[in-house]
């Protein structure tokens, strides 16, 4: 009976220590996305805070992450189904023989890890350059004049808004095939050289596809709606000026103005100036400050 006991307790305490240590790990990842997704979020906008490389803030925003990643996977999972539910059907209506042809590139690929692994370092590049990597042109939005002429079809995503969370998806499944890819050949028992070092190459591309995610999310995503207010600090707004609250940080707040004619400037205020802050509604702010001025 004591032998059970002390086993028991044994196992309680390992348990305790492992759920320790995931937490901790689990902190670090919130962290570190969260880090990712706020300053990056904040170089897009053009706002200049008073956050320091240790915020709680950071821990929440990755949490938000977590939680519009969970989100988008059954979109992902329907895609699927659809592309499934269209494709299966005429994949059984065609004769063996030729089911056999249409699967015989897909078994080649399986048993030649080196060739799978070549086709996943190729798509993961292509995501990157071309997709994953174009919202680094996307910066000082509130203060530009207009946005960025290197990606147009991803400054239509933004300005629509309602296409974003399905873009998102799409970088999504972009990550995860050549994640799969790299899983694959992970278990592949290939021994030469220069497979290693193609499978390490890939590994290196997917970790760099998979911290773009909270970039793209911080620059496309977060906080594209912002709330419009009726006075700034103290002072009243003139007739034809509009002001929205940017940033609540822990020494100054800062708002978006737009004068009657058009300028727009950032104007940060300490905390103990500003007495009430009313709200009179919340804008779509990309779409509000550049809709008018895309073809």
């Not at 170089?43 to 519009?68: C, Q, W």
């Not at 990550?175 to 390490?200: D, G, V, Y």
Request: glycine share 6%; net charge positive.
């Amino acid at each position: 009976m004591a032998t059970t006991i002390e086993d028991l307790g044994k196992t309680v305490e390992k348990l305790a220590s492992g759920w320790t240590s995931y937490t901790a790990f689990g902190g670090f990842i919130l962290y570190l996305v969260g880090y990712l997704t706020l300053r990056f979020h904040l170089s897009a906008m053009g706002i200049g805070t008073d956050l320091a490389v240790l915020d709680e803030r950071y821990l929440f925003t990755g949490a938000r992450f977590v939680i519009y990643l969970v989100t988008s996977l059954p979109v992902v999972v329907l895609l699927a189904l659809i592309m499934a539910a269209v494709l299966y059907p005429p994949y059984r209506l065609l004769p063996e023989n030729l089911r056999d042809k249409v699967l015989n590139p897909f078994r080649q690929l399986r048993d030649r890890p080196t060739r799978l692994t070549i086709i996943g370092i190729v798509l993961a590049v292509l995501m990157i350059q071309m997709v994953m990597r174009q919202c680094f042109f996307f910066s000082n939005l509130l203060l530009a004049k207009h946005l960025p002429d290197q990606a147009p079809w991803l400054a239509q995503l933004l300005l629509g808004e309602s296409l974003m969370p399905l873009y998102f998806s799409a970088l999504l499944v972009g990550t995860m095939i050549p994640a799969a890819i790299l899983l694959a050949a992970s278990e592949s028992s290939e021994p030469s050289r220069c497979f290693k070092q193609l499978k390490n190459l890939l590994a290196l591309l997917v970790t760099i596809q998979i911290l773009l995610l909270p970039v793209n999310y911080g620059v496309l995503i977060v906080d594209k709606s912002l709330p419009q207010v009726a006075a700034v600090g103290n002072d009243l707004l003139a007739p034809g000026d509009n002001a929205w609250l940017v940033w609540e940080g822990k020494e100054g707040i800062t708002y978006l103005l737009r004068k009657a004619n058009g300028a727009r400037s950032l104007l940060t205020l300490r905390q103990a100036d500003v007495k009430n802050i009313e709200i009179t509604a919340n804008d779509p702010i990309v779409s509000l400050l550049f809709s008018q001025h895309q073809k």
